[in-house]
């Protein structure tokens, strides 16, 4: 099949009629009648094709825009405004070529393209209340009045009300084609549109009942799509008709008047006329369904309420809406059902209900469009809708913050707080915003009721096209679709039918997983071992103990959420060992079977993670922190040196004290892990974190090897010392792989002779780095001291002075570098303010860099780049070396910091991110450079973290391992099958970060 031309290739000028062949590859099929037409414009024919050639069916929009011109006067003039207005033409070519049925519409109505040409369209959203308001003057009602009625005759404002509303939905149509209106605010305004025409149908409603009318006060309510605010171009409006006596009037008498004013309202709506129809009134929503009476009253609809009505009642009223009529009566009906609706979930039996009216829904469409039905199909709309309303069923009892009665706004809600995990809830939004938008194109074409996706070609295309598929239309529409509905298919087996919503609406357990079903589920599934898995399954289930039903009930769910990682082998050999350590307790189990989310954030955390499992599985009651609000939010530096204190002060002996303050940290450290995989969790958070752990653990370690050496020696503590971190710790950007970079300073106390304070400090690093690096069941703390002056060969520890004398001496241009990243953050308070006073006139020197100290710094980068990439290792995915990689943006930073960072104060910080943003500021840097920067910068550092997190140990290199490289793409938030462009993206900006540090460092 022959793909369609790019845009770009359509003609252009505006000199004679485009030839048949040029036509053709524009876009057009039918070249020769597109020829006849083209000439039929004249002059404008020129100018006008590249913009048919960027609409659904440039055939149509074509012949649609000679039939409309034919039917003006004012012809010339406004194929004269279209060539001088790209807006409007774009506007009133996109509908030609997309509805067949409005630009009929515009043959029979043309003086409506003047619609088109309001400029504001683009941007502005009509106020409901101006909808209103217009529909109502078509019928001859005064809008501001309180139950206006229609002056028309019945058929003349019959004809005029369909005219008004097509004119409305011309305007909308336009804003959706042309400015690519959110799938969302279209629904809306369609909503809208049909709350309008509803009170201007109830309007000549009035005036054929007569002043009866007066005696009953009518609400109309909205239910489905209407009442949520996201109705489609075509469908049937869902109402519930309310009705309450006037002042003094008789109840039987009102209702037989608002049952005829309902009635005739809805005949207003879906009659045929000569000016056609608008859709179909559908009231069979209300109680009792077509055999109940059309209209109740308040205290009718909340006896039923009360007394019989049936679970999936309660799922429809989740979206009423008052939208005409009288709007208190309106009101209170919303009041009424709203305590029905959100108790519905404590109904027996209610989401084994639901699920079986889903399942219902399913089973009775036509086998010959259950493939192409995109609302009730497998991976359709209803889906979507059916998952997002028995979660907000379920958690909205509780959590008035999850009531939107929108879709799309409950989806965000449910994401937003913690009831839907933000990758599925994020993929759900996505596909739902594509199917509706699927959906629109399709009926907007006829204006026809249809949601099933048509077979031939041509209509294939045009919806294709309108989707912006323009190169392959037919077969990139039905890639998309098909990938969409596995997508949907896939979260909606997640999240309709997981057990654990059961336990939350208080209803016996869902389905239970047999092992003997295991491996083929197990296979389906992603696991790479099924008969490993399924002996794990064995283990977990087997015997009648409460632990192994807990497990039995958990297993179903928690497979799917490990089968969603990229491990799911890992991540249940992880729960069964974790399991097997902890499932006596009394708390683990109950945890996970209650809490929803912390059995997610297990699930997730074993099966991607090897350095959070290792860390759970050295001390598995870790787990604790899975759970509840707020569980994962990192500790401050004070508050974790406040425990570790605490815990060391209750040991005298230093190994034990360290291995209090050790596991303390270990237990931050998964913290800080468990919260970067599930939660919205920056790389700078994750810098700063891990920072105020290490800080916090040299704190406490410095002074327990201080307090051990003076013990063991029988002295006082003869000098202060202080700890200076250096390098990305000392610019709060650790990683999970990171060493902690530090120098060692002390300052003799007043009375100590030299020699003992010297030796004393000596002993003091020796202590605390031999105590932070005993085996023990946590990470130990690499402690590098390799900064310091003249390197390994130099003293572990210096006094202050000794310092200001070696830096007043011997100090080197790579030396002042180093400095910029010095925060003296551990130890004596007084002593680390002076040593940062000391270091300070070294790192920001008063007059910039020499020029030959400049090229000192690019000669050291130079060697650094030949020298130190590991042999085999891949520049262009090497994240510290590689070529616009991490030591690239943070060599560029400090150069503009050494030059001229004793002029600009914003430039004196270690922090890499905040330097860029000062070079701005300071016009060192232009914002799109440190854009670039940044993004480079956060890129690999984001990647370097997330295979460590992988893989379970440092790494500089992304695996090359496909499946590590897989896993290493989902934590850094790419959708499984993304692998490729997590690559690809990764690579674009280091490329583009390389090209400015070629021009801003190597200059």
Not at 36 to 42: D, S
Not at 166 to 191: C, K, P, Q, W
Not at 345 to 372: C, K, L, N, W, Y
Not at 989 to 1000: K, T
Request: overall charge negative; some cysteine.
């Amino acid at each position: 099949m022959a793909s369609d031309p790019a845009p770009s290739q359509a003609p252009s000028g505006t000199g004679s009629t485009p030839t048949s062949a040029q036509l053709v590859r524009a876009g057009f099929l039918d070249g020769a009648e597109a020829q006849r037409h083209a000439a039929e414009l004249g002059a404008a024919a020129g100018p006008l094709v590249p913009l048919l050639a960027r609409t659904a069916d440039p055939d149509l929009a074509l012949a649609g825009l000679c039939a409309l011109a034919d039917r003006l006067e004012e012809r010339e003039a406004m194929l004269e405004e279209l060539v001088e207005d790209e807006g409007t033409a774009m506007r009133l070519l996109c509908v030609l070529g997309a509805s067949r049925a409005l630009g009929e519409h515009l043959v029979r109505h043309p003086e409506q393209w003047r619609e088109l040409t309001d400029p504001t369209m683009g941007c502005t959203r009509p106020a409901a209340y101006a909808v209103r308001a217009s529909l109502l003057r078509a019928v001859g009602a005064a809008p501001t009045y309180h139950s206006p009625v229609a002056t028309l005759e019945p058929a003349e404002a019959a004809d005029a009300l369909r005219v008004e509303y097509r004119r409305l939905l011309l305007r909308i149509a336009a804003r959706d084609l042309a400015h690519e209106v959110g799938v969302d605010d279209l629904a809306a305004e369609l909503a809208d549109l049909a709350a309008g025409t509803l009170e201007a149908g109830l309007a000549v409603a009035r005036a054929q009942v007569g002043d009866d009318s007066l005696s009953t006060r009518l609400a109309v309510v909205a239910m489905g799509k209407c009442g949520g605010h996201e109705l489609n171009y075509v469908s049937d409006v869902d109402v519930i008709f309310v009705a309450e006596p006037a002042e003094g009037a008789d109840e039987q008498r009102s209702q037989r008047v608002a049952t005829k004013l309902a009635s005739t309202t809805m005949q207003v709506c879906s009659d045929h006329t000569r000016e056609g129809t608008i859709w179909p009134v559908d009231a069979a929503l209300r109680p009792e369904g077509k055999q109940g009476p059309l209209v109740r009253t308040l205290a009718s609809h909340e006896g039923y309420y009360e007394r019989w009505a049936k679970t999936w009642e309660f799922q429809a009223l989740l979206k009423a809406r008052p939208v005409a009529g009288d709007a208190e009566v309106g009101e209170a009906y919303r009041e009424v059902v709203q305590p029905f609706v959100w108790s519905a979930s404590t109904r027996e039996g209610f989401v084994g209900d639901v699920q079986a009216m889903r399942r219902r829904v399913v089973e009775h469409i036509p086998a010959h469009e259950a493939d192409r039905q995109i609302k009730l199909g497998s991976g359709g709309l209803r889906d979507v809708e059916f998952a997002v309303q028995m979660l907000q069923l379920v958690h909205g009892r509780s959590d008035e913050r999850v009531r939107a009665p929108t879709t799309l706004s409950a989806l965000a809600q449910l994401i937003r707080y913690g009831y839907v995990g933000r990758e599925d809830g994020e993929s759900l939004h996505r596909a739902y915003a594509f199917l509706r938008s699927l959906e629109h194109r399709i009926q907007l074409f006829d204006l026809r009721r249809t949601h099933v996706l048509p077979e031939d070609e041509e209509s294939l295309r045009r919806l294709g096209r309108s989707l912006g598929f323009m190169k392959r239309p037919v077969e990139e529409l039905d890639a998309e679709w098909k990938r969409q509905r596995r997508e949907v298919r896939r979260l909606h087996e997640k999240l309709f039918y997981r057990p654990l919503l059961a336990a939350v609406a208080k209803v016996p357990d869902g389905d239970i997983m047999s092992p003997e079903a295991a491996v083929e589920r197990l296979k389906a599934l992603g696991y790479e071992d099924p008969q490993a898995a399924l002996r794990h399954l064995e283990a977990l289930t087997k015997g009648v103990s409460r632990t192994a039903s807990i497990q039995r009930a958990l297993l179903p769910v928690l497979l799917g959420w490990f089968a969603d990682a990229p491990d799911p082998d890992m991540g249940l050999l992880g729960f069964r060992r974790i399991s097997e350590a902890l499932g006596k307790t009394t708390w683990y189990l109950g945890m996970l079977r209650d809490e929803g989310r912390a059995a997610q954030r297990l699930a997730q955390v074993l099966a991607t993670s090897r350095y959070a499992t290792d860390l759970l599985q050295r001390e598995p009651e870790g787990v604790r922190i899975l759970g509840g609000d707020g569980a994962l939010t990192p500790l401050t530096r004070e508050a974790i040196e406040k425990e570790m204190v605490a815990a060391a002060d209750r040991r005298e002996d230093p190994e034990d004290a360290i291995r209090s303050v050790r596991a303390v940290r270990r237990r931050e450290l998964l913290r800080i892990s468990v919260a970067d995989l599930t939660e919205p969790f920056g790389i700078a958070e994750v810098g700063y974190s891990l920072t105020d752990v290490t800080d916090a653990t040299l704190e406490v370690a410095l002074r327990v090897a201080m307090r051990a050496v003076a013990t063991a020696r029988g002295i006082e503590v003869p000098t202060r010392m202080a700890v200076v971190a250096m390098g990305r710790y000392g610019g709060g950007e650790l990683g999970y792989g990171s060493d902690a970079d530090v120098i060692f300073v002390h300052d003799p106390l007043p009375d100590a002779e030299a020699e003992v304070a010297s030796s004393y400090a000596k002993a003091v690093v020796a202590e605390l780095r031999r105590l932070l690096s005993l085996p023990a069941s946590d990470p130990a703390l690499e402690v590098d001291a390799g900064l310091r002056p003249e390197g390994s060969g130099g003293p572990m520890v210096r006094t202050i002075g000794s310092y200001a004398a070696y830096y007043a001496k011997w100090s080197q241009v790579w030396e002042a570098q180093a400095l910029l990243r010095a925060d003296p953050v551990v130890g004596d308070r007084d002593l680390c303010e002076r040593f940062r006073q000391l270091i300070d006139p070294l790192r920001y020197p008063a007059d910039g860099l020499s020029e030959d100290d400049v090229v000192e710094i690019r000669r050291i980068k130079a060697r650094v780049d030949a020298e130190r990439l590991p042999r085999g290792a891949d520049p262009a995915t090497h994240f510290k070396l590689g070529r616009g990689g991490i030591a690239d943006v943070e060599w560029t930073v400090q150069l503009l910091q050494m030059r001229h960072a004793h002029a600009v104060p914003g430039l004196r910080t270690p922090k890499t991110l905040q330097a860029l943003a000062a070079a701005v500021a300071a016009d060192l840097l232009s914002a799109e450079d440190s854009e670039v920067l940044s993004a480079a910068w956060l890129a690999a550092s984001r990647a370097r973290n997330a295979t460590v997190q992988v893989r379970g140990r440092p790494s500089d290199q992304l695996p090359h391992d496909l499946r590590e490289r897989a896993a290493v793409a989902q934590v850094l938030r790419y959708s499984a099958g993304e692998t490729d462009e997590m690559l690809n993206d990764y690579q674009r900006r280091a490329r583009q970060a390389a090209a400015v540090v070629d021009r801003v460092f190597w200059n």
